[in-house]
C-alpha cells in the first residue's frame, strides 16, 4: 500500500509541474478574442437581417400589381343574383308549385 501511495504522489506531482509550465493567456487576450467572436456574430446576423430585409421587399414590389378598375355603378341585375336570401330552415319545408305569396287564392265574400 505504500509503494502505490508513493506512485500516485509522484503522479500528482508531475500533473503540477505540467499544469505549472504550460502558459495561460491572459485575461486581456482572452478577454479581446470574446469580444472579436461576439462582434463576428452581429455581423453574420446583421447581414442575415439585412437579406431578409431586401428579399421581402422584392416580395412585396412582385406582389404589388396594378388593379383593374372598376365601374363605380352598380348594376340592378347584378345586385338582385347577389342578395338573394334563404332561411336555414327552407330545406325542412316540403317543394311546392307555387309561390304562396304570388299566388293567393281568392277569399269569399261574406254579405
Known amino acids: 500500500m505504500n509503494r502505490a501511495d508513493e506512485e500516485l504522489r509522484q503522479r500528482v ?8 509550465a504550460a502558459e495561460v493567456p491572459a485575461f486581456d487576450d482572452v478577454w479581446k478574442r470574446a469580444e472579436d467572436r461576439f462582434a463576428g456574430s452581429r455581423r453574420q446576423y446583421a ?34 343574383n347577389s342578395t338573394y336570401w334563404a332561411a336555414p330552415s327552407d330545406v325542412l319545408l ?11 287564392p281568392d277569399l269569399f265574400e261574406s254579405t
Open 94 to 104: 316540403p317543394q311546392r308549385d307555387f309561390d304562396i305569396y304570388e299566388e293567393l
Open 47 to 80: 447581414r442575415l437581417a439585412a437579406v431578409a430585409l431586401a428579399l421581402g421587399l422584392i416580395a412585396v414590389v412582385i406582389g404589388v400589381r396594378p388593379t383593374v378598375e372598376e365601374s363605380p355603378y352598380i348594376e340592378m341585375a347584378e345586385l338582385l
Open 13 to 20: 506531482q508531475e500533473c503540477w509541474q505540467r499544469d505549472a
